[in-house]
């Protein structure tokens, strides 16, 4: 069987890589295509692993196998304590692996391990908190207005989801998925980005080891043209939950809409951090260095518009260059790097180009400004930690989604001005507020048109609270009890008590009996 690149040409790299398989109906087999693609580390720039490269009719397989284990007594007469355990047997599984699969998502995209290890280890908290509330799912009695008759509500699990996860935060923003799906008693289809599988089929393993049912969990790898679209618009999938770049969503969007399917979307974002003159100033700027700086700004709540208060603007700017240029780049597996490389060829160049498009825009580049070409970035995909002041609006830098270490910095007046400005954008993921008022931490929490609002601090998230976009950043909410219900249907269910029928030929409305 041939290996082959993404290119499709035969890599002379192949005999010295791991070359993984695919999950399917709880089996690890090869892809239908007979072939392999290559996973680029990208501080090397070289390939280190081969991934399987599905193709259609592994999806199909891979669905068919979720529906059979769907229906399957197995899986669909386990009781939610049941499932419950599986989830937490899973996590403490998590728990133990984590190290090293920490170490694979920090090879295969690039980011800090202390950043991509931290993950993982918080990982197991999701699937013991779904694991936890499995069971407490409910429906209600309804005092219903027609005498002799009952009525309750089940809560039932929607059936096969496709879950499909982007290559920042590979094994986190799949949890996000798989723990309230499986929680509900959903069987999955997980297909990760072509740019970072390897964790995801690194972690399929332990879905045996804690002893889920064959099918449960299937995984395929591939490209979005030739394994997605046949998952997104499969007959048999009723769910779809996507995270990554909004115009790619929308596509999503559509294509499910043919089908009717739920869908839950986590998409892209143009948060605002926002600085008023009465915040701690030095934490500040370090909320400021976190929300884009960390995860070398490749993260859909970057806080990549930094709106400063006039009376602190040259101050605080001044405090912001001072700390940025301390940044260490390198090697991101050294626990002391804190700015790593970008994650893919195309994404840095595209980085680059948004850098050129500011400056001929007008835009002012205080720091950095294109390649990091310092000797301990090696042969990877660098870009300095950029900074531009004089930035208006309108301009495209502070309107579109860079997915870099690119911050673009907007002075504002008064608190209108700076809520003005922060919901000027077709994006609404996310903000940050700084100041020491509970007054204005309340007003600006509320009238801040995004799903998330953080007030003196930035990039905190957890299992317990709901997380999602407003506008162009999505759909639906993960995390929090609000995220199980976006993988259940609401089932009406009438007893009549007397058996007295009223008349047949009209619908029983109002208090008839």
Not at 66 to 71: G, H, P, S, T, V
Not at 465 to 491: D, H, N, V, W
Request: charged share 20%.
């Amino acid at each position: 069987m041939a290996t082959t690149t993404q290119a499709g040409v035969t890599s002379a790299h192949a005999g010295e890589m791991k070359k993984h398989k695919m999950l399917i109906g709880g089996k690890w087999v090869e892809p239908s295509t007979g072939n392999w693609f290559e996973s680029v580390n990208p501080y090397t720039a070289k390939p280190w692993a081969l991934i399987p490269r599905g193709a259609s009719e592994d999806i199909n397989r891979a669905v068919a196998a979720a529906k059979k284990a769907f229906y399957d007594p197995a899986w669909r007469n386990m009781s939610a304590t049941a499932r419950g355990h599986l989830l937490r047997k899973l996590a403490d599984l998590i728990a133990g692996e984590a190290e090293r699969l920490g170490q694979i998502e920090t090879t295969d995209n690039g980011k800090l391990i202390a950043e991509m290890g931290g993950q993982v280890k918080y990982i197991p908290q999701w699937f013991h908190y779904f694991g936890g509330l499995a069971d407490k799912i409910e429906g209600r009695v309804i005092p219903i207005d027609k005498p002799g008759v009952f009525n309750f509500t089940r809560e039932e699990p929607v059936g096969v989801v496709a879950a499909i996860t982007p290559w920042n935060s590979p094994l986190l923003l799949a949890t996000w998925k798989l723990a309230p799906a499986l929680a509900a008693g959903n069987t999955v289809v997980w297909k990760p980005s072509e740019f970072a599988s390897v964790s995801a089929l690194e972690f399929g393993e332990l879905f045996e080891r804690a002893g889920f049912p064959p099918g449960v969990v299937n995984i395929v790898a591939g490209f979005g043209t030739e394994v997605g679209e046949t998952l997104v618009t499969h007959k048999d999938v009723a769910k779809v939950a996507f995270t990554g770049g909004d115009k790619t969503g929308e596509h999503v969007y559509s294509m499910a809409a043919r089908g009717l399917k739920r869908v839950t979307l986590e998409l892209g974002g143009k948060s605002a951090n926002i600085v008023f003159d009465d915040a701690e100033l030095d934490e500040a700027v370090k909320g400021a260095i976190s929300g884009i700086f960390a995860a070398t700004g490749q993260t859909c709540i970057a806080g990549s518009r930094l709106l400063l208060h006039r009376p602190i603007y040259d101050q605080f700017v001044e405090k912001l260059l001072a700390m940025a240029r301390t940044a260490k780049m390198g090697n991101p597996i050294d626990p002391n790097t804190q700015v790593g490389p970008i994650t893919t060829q195309p994404q840095y160049q595209k980085v680059l180009d948004y850098i050129r498009i500011a400056k001929e825009e007008g835009a002012t580049c205080q720091l950095g400004g294109g390649p990091a070409k310092r000797p301990e970035c090696g042969n990877g995909w660098f870009v300095e930690p950029t900074i531009f002041t004089g930035v208006k609006p309108n301009m495209r830098i502070a309107q579109e989604e860079v997915f870099g270490p690119v911050l673009s910095i907007i002075p504002f007046d008064d608190e209108e001005e700076a809520t003005r400005i922060a919901n000027d954008s077709m994006y609404g993921l996310s903000a940050g507020v700084w100041t020491t008022s509970i007054r204005r931490a309340l007003m600006m929490s509320e009238r801040l048109e995004a799903g998330t609002v953080w007030v003196n601090t930035y990039r905190a998230v957890s299992y317990m609270s709901p997380f999602g976009g407003y506008k162009r950043s999505g759909i639906g909410r993960e995390s929090g009890m609000e995220a199980i219900r976006e993988y259940l249907q609401t089932k009406s269910v009438w007893i009549d008590t007397v058996g007295n029928a009223p008349n047949p030929f009209i619908m029983r409305m109002g208090g008839q009996g």
